[in-house]
């Protein structure tokens, strides 16, 4: 049978009885770390199928480090030890993503047998094979200011992915004045706000709240008020996307023009961010400050930049890259009588004109992710 791959998380003082534990015939232990910002990064990256944290007290920075690794590696179970399992414990286990609670006392052999269980059966749940879960790629399709097509682009773009074959959720974060079901036309439905009054963020509720359009994709639409905004917080964005990641093959986040609380968070958990400008001087220097920002943020990587209405200025491709020092990963034409008619019907561009300049760029740039 081939071994689990297991990352630990403990202090320098735990980290001895955590090595211990993982002594058993049936884990690899990849490495024993600490729970700090800096190694982030490198626990994600690893080739692990469940995480064992090993600590006393189980602090609140403890539980909200765990979150960001069930957001970032969904594919991966985490297991705490810990002394005390009271009820306390348990709920901030269950709200970060901890799959079960050991206490420190328990018999070592008892512990691994139920982590071994439960990494086998969680990968036949998902694949016969034993091989890990899916998850959703995430991306954050973002602009700085209304009109650039950021909307157009998350909507229509989830379209074509779906009609080759990817299951896609389109969450709209422009909480505000979001149009994610304008562009669907979407009757009246439940929306994220109504979802984080209700408080639970099991897979069943989560998916209760998606409304799924005729194409296949599923939206979850913004508050119906701008006042209900303030009800999102960044960290229900990770329950949502903990809660329903295995469901679909891309997550699309639709932000609002302003880089707030919410935004961040996004802008940090996705895979990808689809930064749409447009050929005109006030966007593109609105886009280059933005880069700055994410550059300091240390989300300047994931930028995959998007010119939308090429050709409805002087402005040419190469003067967009010149100054912005960056080549465009997608280009999108100019063809505003079809992109207005689509938005006034409520259906996406892809759908209502399939052969139009638009629709082939978006489909052509969906094909080959």
């Known amino acids: 049978m ?9 202090s320098e003082g735990n980290a001895g009885a955590l090595k211990n534990l993982l002594e058993y015939e049936q884990f690899e232990c990849i490495d024993v770390v600490e729970a700090e910002n800096e190694n982030l990064p490198y626990i994600v990256k690893q080739p692990m199928n469940a995480v064992v944290v090993y600590d006393g007290d189980f602090s609140p920075i403890l539980a909200d480090f765990l979150e960001k690794i069930n957001i970032a590696r969904s594919d991966s179970m985490i297991f705490l030890v810990t002394k005390n399992c009271d009820m306390e414990t348990l709920t901030r286990a ?38 890990s879960m899916n998850r959703a790629h995430i991306i954050s399709v973002f602009g700085t ?5 950021k909307t157009m682009l998350s909507v229509n773009l989830a379209v074509a992915l779906q009609s080759i074959g990817k299951q896609v959720l389109v969450v709209d974060l422009d909480l505000q004045f979001g149009d994610v079901g304008v562009f669907f036309d979407i009757p009246k439905f439940d929306t994220i706000s109504d979802l984080i009054e209700e408080g639970v963020f099991s897979n069943a509720t989560v998916n209760s709240y998606l409304y799924k359009h005729s194409s296949g994709v599923h939206a979850l639409c913004a508050p119906v008020s701008p006042e209900y905004a303030e009800l999102v917080k960044p960290e229900y964005i990770n329950k949502i996307v903990s809660a329903v990641s295995t469901d679909f093959d891309y997550i699309i986040f639709d932000l609002g023009p302003t880089i707030d609380e919410v935004a961040l968070q996004a802008l940090e958990i996705c895979n990808d961010i689809y930064f749409v400008t447009n050929p005109e001087i006030s966007t593109l220097k ?9 550059d300091t943020l240390g989300q300047a990587s ?20 010149a100054a912005l020092d960056m080549a465009m990963t997608v280009v999108v034409p100019s063809e505003t009588r079809n992109v207005i008619a689509s938005i006034n019907r409520g259906i ?17 740039y969906a094909e080959l992710l």
């Open 145 to 149: 200011k209304g009109g650039t097509g």
């Open 348 to 364: 996406p561009i892809v759908i209502a004109t399939p052969k139009s300049k638009v629709s082939k760029a978006i489909k052509s």
């Open 94 to 131: 269950m709200q970060c993503g901890v799959r079960n609670v050991f206490t420190m006392d328990a018999v070592p052999e008892k512990i691994c047998h139920e982590i071994e269980t439960e990494v086998v059966r969680q990968q036949k749940k998902y694949d016969p094979s034993g091989s």
């Open 2 to 10: 081939e071994k689990i791959n297991i990352l630990g998380i403990a």
């Open 302 to 321: 994931k930028v995959k930049m998007v010119l939308n209405k090429e050709g409805s200025s002087d402005i040419k491709i190469k003067d967009v890259e």
């Open 286 to 294: 609105n886009t280059k400050v933005c880069m700055h920002v994410l």
